[in-house]
T-cell receptor, first 111, second 115 residues
Framework: GQQVMQIPQYQHVQEGEDFTTYCNSSTTLSNIQWYKQRPGGHPVFLIQ?????EVKKQKRLTFQFGEAKKNSSLHITATQTTDVGTYFC???????????FGKGTKLSVKP | DAGVTQSPTHLIKTRGQQVTLRCSPK?????VSWYQQALGQGPQFIFQYYEEEERQRGNFPDRFSGHQFPNYSSELNVNALLLGDSALYLC??????????????FGSGTRLTVV
């Protein structure tokens, strides 16, 4: 079945350093979504990418969708302690619209 | 704020028992998806309900069943509970089964512990 893989599983950074997480799908995706889950919380929708090669920015966060629409990345510039959490990518699991989530990248930020 | 509401927030059950979890979707959303999230893992898709019908199902046994009501709210039922069913159960709502854009809105989840 379809798989969505994320690396790294964990990332520890010093506050102010940059952070990147990568997402790869076993199949071509119509779109990819990114979610953030704070410790003890629930996933919160960040963004959806639809077009091949698309790049979107949200303040210090930059999201990219690969040209082949099989991979994506999230880059955070100058991390802050508020960025702590697990970042998940998710792609459609079929024609009906359900989402398949990766295992996530857990980000910790040392002040 | 008309976000996704789940109840109860925590639940402790004994092996073999049955449990029902409830979800009210965000205002304006018509689709409810249920996910199981084990500790340290990503959410695993259980099933999705749209127009009161199960549209798609993940790799979960028939012990997991659900229902969607005319007001779009939903229930997740799990029979013959196993220790391995202990997890955070998340309800996510969306518009037109997620194809209306804007991603999924998740509830805070129900933490189920089976002892």
């Amino acid at each position: 079945g379809q798989q969505v893989m994320q690396i790294p599983q964990y990332q520890h950074v010093q506050e102010g350093e940059d952070f990147t997480t990568y997402c790869n799908s076993s199949t071509t995706l119509s779109n990819i979504q990114w979610y953030k889950q704070r410790p003890g919380g629930h996933p919160v929708f960040l963004i959806q990418l639809v077009k091949s090669g698309e790049v979107k920015k949200q303040k210090r966060l930059t999201f990219q969708f690969g040209e082949a629409k099989k991979n994506s990345s999230l880059h955070i510039t100058a991390t802050q302690t508020t960025d702590v959490g697990t970042y998940f990518c998710a792609g459609p699991g079929g024609s009906q619209g359900n989402l398949i989530f990766g295992k996530g990248t857990k980000l910790s930020v040392k002040p | 704020d008309a976000g996704v509401t789940q109840s109860p927030t925590h639940l402790i059950k004994t092996r073999g028992q049955q449990v029902t979890l409830r979800c009210s979707p965000k205002s304006g959303h018509d689709t409810v998806s249920w996910y199981q999230q084990a500790l340290g893992q990503g959410p695993q898709f259980i099933f999705q309900y749209y127009e009161e019908e199960e549209r798609q199902r993940g790799n979960f046994p028939d012990r997991f069943s659900g229902h969607q009501f005319p007001n779009y709210s939903s229930e997740l039922n799990v029979n013959a509970l196993l220790l391995g069913d202990s997890a955070l159960y998340l309800c996510a709502s969306s518009f037109i089964a997620g194809q209306g854009g804007g991603g999924y809105t998740f509830g805070s989840g129900t933490r189920l512990t089976v002892v």
